[in-house]
């Protein structure tokens, strides 16, 4: 029997924070690839229709990810993700922040804290987001965050049944 799991959130608007928690019918190993490899990470990352593009990325401390959103009629968003810590399997840390396609940041960003657990016959992705600014936080809850994540999640479901 498969478990369905939903995309759980708390938004902490005091601490500037926004906890997500989902898991997933996969082992650790499937889970971490589809967060840490590019052609991965852009199969799901986006909710359908929209369309995820690495333009980017280096998995490791130090290194970042750029990519944009991409809407239906083409009109891109870009952000860029920074590598500050990894623990393979377990943990990474990134700085996210929204940016233009020359990767200038708009700051202030988000510190994202990932962490992965195998419980069950699935893995937990449990995430702290913190965000730097008050004002950050808003607009990242009303450019619809919380919809657009979990539509993500569901596409991620999708994707796990395929990587061997």
Do not use: C
Not at 83 to 96: H, Q, R
């Amino acid at each position: 029997m498969t478990t369905i799991f939903q995309t759980q959130y708390d938004v902490n608007f005091e601490q500037q924070k926004v906890f997500v928690q989902r898991s997933f019918n996969a082992p650790i190993d499937l889970v971490w690839r589809a967060w840490t490899e590019k052609e991965i990470l852009d199969e799901w990352w986006a909710p359908r229709p929209w369309k995820a593009k690495t333009k980017f990325m280096n998995f490791e401390v130090g290194g970042k990810r750029v990519y944009a959103m991409v809407s239906p009629e083409g009109q891109e968003f870009w952000s860029v993700q920074k590598f500050i810590s990894i623990a393979p399997k377990s943990n990474f840390k990134m700085l996210n922040a929204f940016s233009d396609a020359n990767e200038n940041m708009d700051l202030p960003g988000s510190n994202w804290d990932l962490n992965f657990m195998e419980e069950n016959n699935s893995t937990k992705v449990s995430i702290e987001i913190y965000n730097e600014s008050l004002e950050r936080m808003n607009k990242m809850i009303e450019m619809g965050f919380q919809g657009g994540f979990a539509m993500g999640h569901n596409n991620l479901d999708e994707v796990l049944k395929t990587l061997k």
